[in-house]
């Protein structure tokens, strides 16, 4: 018997990841591999300094649709070649951590989340999803305490990152924004010096020449956020993104779609391509808009697909399976 146990150790240390609390993962991952991320000049890089791209899907609220945040689904979509999710928490929409919503429910499903994506060794971005609250410092006391418990209890996962501010709006200056990430950036770094955080910027997360034009001093690993949906935002957006890496701004796409922005409507693979084209140039990561299946075009599942887990190309909705084949071609 002690023999067995001594040669299951053996093999264990071998091949697998024993993480803290006992779970063993076997196969390489992508978090075995690259292990923690860095923003390195405007690049995010893996542990090893080189140029790594994370290719995500992003939940939709996870007050609307927490089913999907399963292992079995993640599993799923890592097959298709997705090595990040993004857990998007609303803060002020209909049951959102800081309308009304259940706090502590909330907050076990992002756990869920988190362990099932570390599970699967794949990158998860932990997304305070401002909208209707316009300013992040809406909400400032109330981010302040979520980030804080959120990098006390996943100082030591490799695979966090974290999204302050999904889409400042409203007229929110990037003077207004910053004031609140460096709160927020002191918040994390009390206990993570390390994470990638990422910064939303003015006018739903597109002005990122305003952030260039002032970026976060004195941190390091900051990210800041490019959100675009091909068939609204066009070459005048997407130009931006050379222009900030020129004066030195790490770019993230943390949310994006080929629809309206309205998460509905028209598809452009066109414009859609166009974008891609610049992701593929730049090596930029980008996250796609939502997985789950709701009637609108942005869903990256088909509506008539009910299944939670089990999920193959051929569920996917016509965005999902645009967005698969041009992550992979990435
Ligand atoms: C949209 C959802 C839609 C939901 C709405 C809530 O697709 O089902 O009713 O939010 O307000 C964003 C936002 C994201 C939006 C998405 C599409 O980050 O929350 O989701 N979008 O409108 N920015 C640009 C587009």
């Excluded at 999803?129 to 959120?150: Q, R, S």
């Excluded at 030591?156 to 400042?168: A, G, Q, S």
């Excluded at 891609?276 to 796609?288: E, H, N, P």
């Excluded at 193959?312 to 016509?318: T, V």
């Amino acid at each position: 018997m002690k023999k067995i146990l001594v040669c299951f150790l053996a093999v264990t240390i071998m091949l697998g990841t024993v993480l803290s609390d006992g779970v063993v993962v076997f196969a390489k991952t992508p978090v075995s591999q690259h292990g923690r991320l860095q923003v390195k000049g405007v690049n995010l890089v893996d542990r090893k300094g080189k140029t790594f791209r994370l290719k995500g899907f992003s939940t939709h609220g996870i007050n609307w649709f927490e089913e999907y945040v399963n292992q079995d689904a993640f599993h799923d979509l890592k097959k298709m070649g997705i090595n990040c999710i993004r857990l998007a928490m609303y803060t002020a929409d209909y049951n959102g951590y800081c309308s009304g919503g259940d706090k502590k429910h909330l907050e076990s499903v992002i756990d869920k989340g988190v362990k099932a994506c570390r599970a699967e060794g794949i990158y998860v971005i932990i997304d305070w999803h401002i909208l209707n609250d316009c300013n992040p410092n809406t909400n400032l006391k109330e981010a302040k305490k979520f980030f804080k418990k959120m990098s006390k209890r996943y100082k030591n996962y490799k695979n966090v990152l974290y999204e302050i501010c999904n889409e400042p709006n409203g007229g929110t200056t990037w003077a207004e924004i910053k004031k609140y990430a460096k709160k927020i950036i002191k918040v994390i770094r009390a206990n993570d010096k390390k994470a990638i955080i990422i910064v939303g910027t003015p006018n739903w997360s597109q002005r990122i020449d305003e952030a260039a034009n002032s970026p976060i001093k004195g941190q390091k690993n900051i990210m800041y956020a490019m959100h675009f949906y091909a068939a609204t935002h066009k070459a005048d957006l997407r130009n931006l993104i050379p222009a900030a890496r020129k004066k030195g701004l790490p770019v993230f796409i943390s949310e994006c779609n080929i629809t309206e922005a309205s998460g509905n409507g028209r598809i452009d693979k066109a414009e859609g391509k166009r974008w891609f084209q610049t992701i593929r140039k730049y090596k930029l990561s980008c996250v796609a808009w939502s997985f789950c299946n709701k009637d609108e075009s942005a869903s990256l599942i088909k509506p008539s697909v009910k299944k939670i887990k089990g999920i193959k190309k051929k569920d996917l909705s016509k965005t999902g399976k645009w967005f698969v084949k041009t992550i992979g071609w990435i």
